[in-house]
């Protein structure tokens, strides 16, 4: 079965530098400490932080998932990373590979697009239900760090 490939797009009032250190470079910290019930940590298991870096985020349930970053370019505000082993998988998929990019928007803001491509084990048996409800926590973990930011103006500045 071929990749299946999702892109979201989304607005942010966020300048889009301060959303790209809030969601990328600081992820680590920030994430469990504004998330404790759902993230326990972050860590970085392996590399140093940028291309074949691999993190282990661990959830709070003790359910965990591995990121490999792929790609993180700091002036362009974009990060490639794909999980490679984990909850996230299901026992369906081989590897999920996110692509994230940041742009500023005239009104002082931001705009993001965020790509998903899901590449499914063979014969697995795939349910638009199971990826939606995975971009659904995606989503809500985005709104809960850019109400932070909102709420704290000088926070990941």
Do not use: W
């Amino acid at each position: 079965m071929a990749a299946l490939t999702f892109t979201e797009e989304f607005s942010s009032p966020v300048e889009a530098k301060r959303l790209f250190t809030a969601m990328i470079l600081e992820a680590d910290s920030l994430i469990p400490r504004l998330l404790p019930q759902v993230v326990k940590s972050i860590e970085t298991i392996e590399g140093n932080g940028g291309p074949g870096t691999v993190k282990k985020l661990t959830f709070a349930e003790g359910q965990h998932v591995k990121h490999r970053i792929d790609a993180l370019d700091k002036d362009n505000l974009t990060h490639s990373y794909t999980a490679i082993d984990g909850v996230i998988l299901l026992d369906k998929f081989e590897s999920i590979a996110y692509d994230i990019k940041f742009e500023a928007t005239p009104e002082g803001g931001c705009k993001g697009t965020f790509v998903s491509k899901y590449f499914p084990k063979p014969d697995a048996e795939i349910k638009e239900e199971e990826i939606k409800e995975g971009k659904e926590k995606a989503a809500a973990l985005y709104k809960v760090v850019e109400d932070y930011l909102v709420a704290n103006p000088q926070a990941c500045a």
